[in-house]
């Protein structure tokens, strides 16, 4: 009887130490995989990154910015006016999670340049607005609180009426507002965005995407896990060509990135959980859509497979006054990878109300 037992235990051990090994060794590879994957950053990465973090660093919102209160909340805005008289003004809606600052420079540059008035703004969640920390996952807020925010950043600075330019779930905001203040909205530009996320007749978010995602994400945690301003940087920089796949403006990334752990609150992941929310609670909007008698332009990527294109085209046939852009061999990312050319063809989208 005795030894048997002995036999039982050294079986157990010799399974524990198999199991210990394959784990270890599993866990070695993963390590070793983190930190030699992922995109390959330019020669010239390291040096851009020294002058940024060697230099004084620039002020990236140089319009008027301030704070209203809207549902209880403080919500931070900019407001930047383009040399001489304004065409009118363009209200900017980004995406989930994001914040005013993840406006490329460059796509807010274009608007102000072609004469028009921007406003950006921190949802609430993010940025300089204020974080809901009291936030109830069974009475969460929804799409239309946060139209809700943008709409009183407008009443605010006392703008009648406004382009509404939106974003992923920026664009789902941009639709509540048009529904709920259509009198507010000169033109809708809906870029890689729906009118109901979870319609069963159309192609939704596929698991084998959403694993894809988030295993292409592993590989940034190396810049994460070596912590310090440079390597935070060289993970948003990472990020950014593996996203576009296109040559993108190093120094001016490592100055957002920079701003943003310096002079900012950072990124709150409770946030994006929280936006995540209100778009679920939010129900279909394509019955109060065909009502909405607004010229829209619908601005999608073929290959978008985080929100296919055929939302953005069912947006098209129940807007009215809608056409599309469809943008061939792009998926759910921005800017984008033509963003000089669809720039003029938003600019032209504005100017088509006089």
């Not at 900019?78 to 993840?102: F, H, R, W, Y």
């Not at 009475?139 to 809700?148: E, F, H, K, Q």
């Not at 055929?310 to 006054?321: A, Q, R, S, Y």
């Amino acid at each position: 009887m005795h030894h048997k037992k002995a036999n039982t235990l050294k079986r157990r051990r010799r399974a524990m130490i198999i199991v210990g090994t394959i784990f270890l060794t599993i866990l070695a590879g993963l390590t070793i995989w983190i930190l030699i994957a992922g995109p390959k950053l330019p020669p010239e990465t390291d040096a851009i990154i020294d002058e940024v973090l060697n230099n004084e660093l620039p002020e990236l919102f140089v319009g008027k910015t301030g704070v209203v209160t809207s549902d209880g909340l403080d919500i931070w805005y900019e407001c930047i006016s383009p040399e001489g008289q304004s065409k009118g003004t363009v209200l900017l809606n980004i995406g989930m999670g994001g914040s005013a600052l993840d406006w490329p420079p460059k796509f807010v540059r274009e608007f102000v340049d072609s004469g028009y008035q921007v406003i950006r703004y921190d949802q609430r969640g993010t940025g300089m607005s204020d974080w809901v920390a009291d936030w109830d996952n069974k009475n969460p807020y929804s799409l239309v609180d946060m139209a809700g925010d943008a709409v009183a950043v407008l009443d605010s600075l006392e703008i009648n009426e406004a382009h509404i330019v939106g974003l992923s779930m920026g664009g789902m905001i941009s639709q509540e507002i048009a529904i709920n203040h259509p009198d507010r909205v000169t033109t809708l530009t809906l870029m890689l965005t729906t009118g109901h996320h979870i319609d069963p007749e159309l192609p939704g978010l596929t698991s084998r995407y959403f694993i894809s995602s988030m295993v292409k994400g592993i590989p940034f945690l190396k810049y994460r896990i070596a912590g310090g301003e440079k390597n935070l940087i060289k993970g948003r920089i990472a990020q950014t060509i593996s996203g576009l796949g296109y040559d993108v403006d190093i120094k001016e990334i490592a100055e957002v990135a920079l701003y943003d752990l310096r002079k900012r609150k950072g990124f709150n992941f409770k946030g994006v959980l929280q936006h995540r929310k209100a778009v679920d609670v939010t129900p279909s909007r394509y019955e109060k859509l065909e009502t909405v008698d607004i010229p829209t332009l619908v601005i999608h990527g073929t290959e978008d497979q985080f929100m296919p294109i055929e939302h953005g085209k069912k947006l098209v046939e129940i807007i009215p006054n809608a056409k599309g852009l469809w943008i061939d061999d792009m998926g759910h990312i921005f800017p984008f990878t033509d963003m000089d050319e669809i720039m003029k063809d938003i600019i032209r989208h504005l100017e088509t109300v006089k």
